[in-house]
C-alpha cells in the first residue's frame, strides 16, 4: 500500500506542551505533505518537504523527513485550543498528479 | 481569492435519484480533484482533471461521473447511489496537475444516501 501511517491514532495533550505526530511510509516519495482537517471538513495544507529536504520550519510548525526510514515527523509547538483537529500527512510518489492521505492523527489540546 | 467552493453543503438522496455535486475555484489552478472521505478515515482520491481532461479515474464506480465544463468548475454527477456512498466528498484544485504543488480544497459536501 501506498498509504502512510500515523502515529498515534489520538493525541490528547494540555495547551502549551508540544505535540509530534509521526508518519511512516514504504515507498520511495517525490515528497510528502502535512494537512490539518477540522470536524470533518475541508483540509488546509500546512507544509510540504521534498525527498531531497530533511527539516522544514513553517511558525509553530517543524516537520523533518528521514527517507532512509520511510519517516516523517510533524511537531507543533506551544499547541492551542486551536490547533484541536485531524492531521494527515500526504505522499506524493510517481509522476501522477495525485496524494496518498495517511491514517490520521486526531489531535485534542486542552485549556 | 483562495478559496474552493462547494455546493451543496449537505445532501440527502434515495438511491434511485439523480443529483450533482458543484465545485468551483477562481484561482486559476488546472488541476481539480474529487476525494471520498468515510467517517474518521482519510481522504480517498476519485478522480483527477488536467487542463479539463480526466487523467486519473481511480476505478471509480460509474454511478459517479465526474465532469468539467471549465478550467474552473468541477461536477460530480450520482445516480443510482448505494447506502455506503454516504460519505464527506471533497473538492480540490491545484496550480498544475503535479504533486509538487499544494492542494486547496473545499468545505465538502456530505452525502446521506437513503
Not at chain 1, 507543533?76 to 496518498?100: E, H, P, Q, V, W
Not at chain 2, 461521473?65 to 454516504?86: I, K, M, Y
Amino acid at each position: 500500500s501506498q498509504q502512510g501511517e500515523e502515529d498515534p491514532q489520538a493525541l490528547s495533550i494540555q495547551e502549551g506542551e508540544n505535540a509530534t505526530m509521526n508518519c511512516s511510509y514504504k515507498t520511495s516519495i517525490n515528497n510528502l505533505q502535512w494537512y490539518r482537517q477540522n470536524s470533518g471538513r475541508g483540509l488546509v495544507h500546512l507544509i510540504l518537504i521534498r525527498s531531497n529536504e530533511r527539516e522544514k520550519h513553517s511558525g509553530r510548525l517543524r516537520v523533518t523527513l528521514d527517507t532512509s526510514k520511510k519517516s516523517s515527523s510533524l511537531l507543533i509547538t506551544a499547541s492551542r485550543a486551536a490547533d484541536t483537529a485531524s492531521y494527515f500527512c500526504a505522499l506524493n510518489t510517481g509522476t501522477a498528479s495525485k496524494l496518498t492521505f495517511g491514517t490520521g492523527t486526531r489531535l485534542q489540546v486542552t485549556l | 481569492d483562495t478559496e474552493v467552493t462547494q455546493t451543496p453543503k449537505h445532501l440527502v438522496m434515495g438511491m434511485t435519484n439523480k443529483k450533482s455535486l458543484k465545485c468551483e475555484q477562481h484561482m486559476g489552478h488546472r488541476a481539480m480533484y474529487w476525494y471520498k472521505q468515510k467517517a474518521k478515515k482519510p481522504p480517498e482520491l476519485m478522480f483527477v482533471y488536467s487542463y479539463e481532461k480526466l487523467s486519473i479515474n481511480e476505478s471509480v464506480p460509474s454511478r459517479f461521473s465526474p465532469e468539467c465544463p471549465n478550467s474552473s468548475l468541477l461536477n460530480l454527477h450520482l445516480h443510482a447511489l448505494q447506502p455506503e456512498d454516504s460519505a464527506l466528498y471533497l473538492c480540490a484544485s491545484s496550480h498544475v496537475p503535479s504533486g509538487w504543488t499544494e492542494a486547496f480544497f473545499g468545505q465538502g459536501t456530505r452525502l446521506t444516501v437513503v
